[in-house]
């Protein structure tokens, strides 16, 4: 087996059953590869099975056909690495930030006296180490979901899941939230899977954007994204950019109004 | 509450309880018992049921009906001054019986609610059987339960129980279902055992919900206890109320309507007082 990929998709589909005996497919002949340390964006219309392909990922979901290797290894061996960041932040309101950072350790029963010092760097990375204490009602949005990812991160994983982490966010919010994400994965140096129904938001965070078609999830197409790193602004108004998400929304078949 | 899964979360929201405290500022408004907010609800609750007692009393004066139809609440609390030992020891019957009944209902109701969300299998052979059996009027088993637990305290406390069970299986059930899925893959994920998942997610999202349905079943036990009196009680406020029946007491009876309503308002503030504290983060749900 490849050991070089961080994830390996090898021809993977997903069909649900339906009770009336009719067959769902959802995925069809999934097959992509991401190196360690990449970012990929993933994106496609609603529906497209872009959310059972990171369950599938991720191990909640098994697919019927196919296998998934993250490091060379079948996910269902149990792979410790890996952590999600959903679209909602779902905090636990009777724990303060810190605490529901640490909660993945307390799953795991890896807790440690460092834990919570490494719990609270993480916090300062987001920008809210003054807030370890302070409760998620008492937050915004956008950092009730940079808890949300410091919680991911907690593990120390090597492959971050994460399923339109920004859906829920305003724009502006979203805006600071992809230079917060920027930042953190140039940090911490873990691969990620970044599902996204923003084409420009794809294009600014990835690597590469894998375009996944619907009815049946299918990869329509694999685009390498040529920017340096760090990214900043000024690459969202450049002509190769829109020239990225002109050619990604060709793939897609959206109709915009506006370019 | 005998229910070990409740008092190890319990202890384990209390621990938690005081954010201000962690917070170091008095910005957070806190659940306090008695804040300016809570007086003023508190007074005007006061209000209302003196309100309440003057109505009845003016009605009785206007219309001045024979005692043997209605009295004042002046004649009921007249009543309760010139027998205190008597209302006192009947209402210590009855709070007991209600009380156990509770308990009882409660502990059985937490367990029934777990089982059924835990396990499929069990819920879809017992939930259907569980829904028809409510709909049996508890009064209507009265009997029965005296037929198997004689006419002491047991069976008094049976009824009751069978009263308060039923709302805490429904919102155990449905308060653990509330649970958002992205925590339930959150725990898959991260391979937390089923104990860690119950104590550290299920449970404590579930106890508001839980505390829903024991505040519907507390003033349940205390029906359902003097149900038990009507039909086989020589103690308790039904047997009180029965007596002064066939006697055409109505002061007395009368009288123990009052202290049966305060003793069911006490009991539900009691109990909605405890989810408060145990439940700091629902005051302040957006």
């Known amino acids: 087996m490849n050991n070089e990929y961080a994830i390996s998709v090898n021809n993977v589909g997903k069909t649900y059953r339906s009770r009336d005996g009719q067959d769902n497919t959802v995925l069809k002949g999934l097959d992509f590869h991401v190196k360690p340390g990449q970012f990929v964006s993933i994106v496609g219309q609603s529906g497209s099975g872009k959310t059972t392909l990171l369950k599938t990922i991720s191990g909640l979901q098994e697919p019927t056909e196919g296998e998934i290797l993250v490091k060379g290894r079948p996910i269902r061996d149990g792979i410790e690495d890996i952590a999600m960041v959903f679209q909602s932040p779902v905090l636990l309101p009777w724990r303060n930030n810190i605490d529901n950072v640490l909660l993945p350790l307390e799953f795991r029963g890896t807790r440690t006296d460092e834990s919570r010092r490494y719990a609270q760097e993480l916090l300062e990375m987001v920008g809210l180490g003054g807030k370890a204490k302070h409760y998620s009602y008492e937050l915004s949005g956008g950092m009730q979901q940079r808890v949300a990812i410091c919680r991911a991160l907690v593990s120390r994983p090597e492959l971050l899941l994460m399923d339109e982490p920004f859906g829920a966010l305003d724009a502006m919010t979203r805006d600071s939230m992809n230079f917060e994400i920027q930042r953190i994965w140039q940090t911490t140096g873990c691969s990620v899977l970044f599902v996204t129904h923003s084409i420009s938001e794809a294009v600014w965070l990835g690597d590469r954007v894998v375009v996944v078609g619907d009815r049946p999830g299918r990869i329509v197409a694999d685009i390498a994204i040529d920017f340096p790193r760090p990214r900043g602004k000024e690459h969202r108004f450049s002509t190769a950019f829109s020239d990225y998400t002109t050619e990604i929304e060709s793939h897609i078949g959206v109709v915009t109004g506006i370019s | ?286």
């Open chain 2, 1 to 286: 509450m005998a229910s070990p899964e409740v008092s190890e979360v319990g202890s384990d929201g209390l621990r938690q309880s005081p954010p201000e405290a962690a917070l170091g500022g008095p910005a957070i408004p806190k659940s306090k018992m008695f804040s300016r907010d809570s007086i003023v609800v508190g007074a005007k609750a006061v209000a209302g049921i003196v309100g309440l007692f003057v109505v009845w009393q003016l009605v009785v004066i206007i219309f001045s009906p024979p005692e043997y139809l209605a009295v004042g609440p002046i004649s009921a609390f007249d009543e309760l001054i010139k027998r205190p030992d008597y209302f006192a020891s009947n209402t210590w019957v009855t709070l007991q019986e209600a009380l156990a009944g509770f308990a009882l209902g409660t502990a059985l109701g937490i367990l029934c609610g777990a089982v059924l969300h835990y396990s499929p299998t069990v819920r879809s052979f017992l939930y259907p059987a569980l829904i028809a059996i409510d709909t049996i009027p508890k009064v209507a088993l009265a009997p029965l339960f005296i037929v198997w637990f004689g006419f002491g305290f047991e069976s008094k406390a049976f009824v009751a129980m069978a009263i308060a069970f039923f709302p805490l299986v429904i919102n155990t059930y449905d308060g653990l279902s509330s649970v958002p899925h992205e925590l339930q893959e959150l725990a898959r994920i991260n391979k937390a055992s089923p104990w860690k998942k119950m104590t550290k997610i299920d449970f404590i999202y579930a106890i508001p919900s839980i505390f829903s349905g024991a505040k519907i079943s507390i003033s349940l036990a205390v029906g359902g206890a003097v149900v038990g009196e009507f039909i086989a009680g020589s103690k308790g406020l039904g047997y009180v109320i029965l007596l002064a029946n066939s006697q055409v007491d109505l002061p007395s009876m009368f009288a123990a309507f009052i202290v049966l309503a305060a003793i069911a308002l006490a009991l539900f503030f009691i109990v909605d007082f405890a989810g408060r504290k145990l439940v700091p983060w629902k005051n302040h749900a957006k």
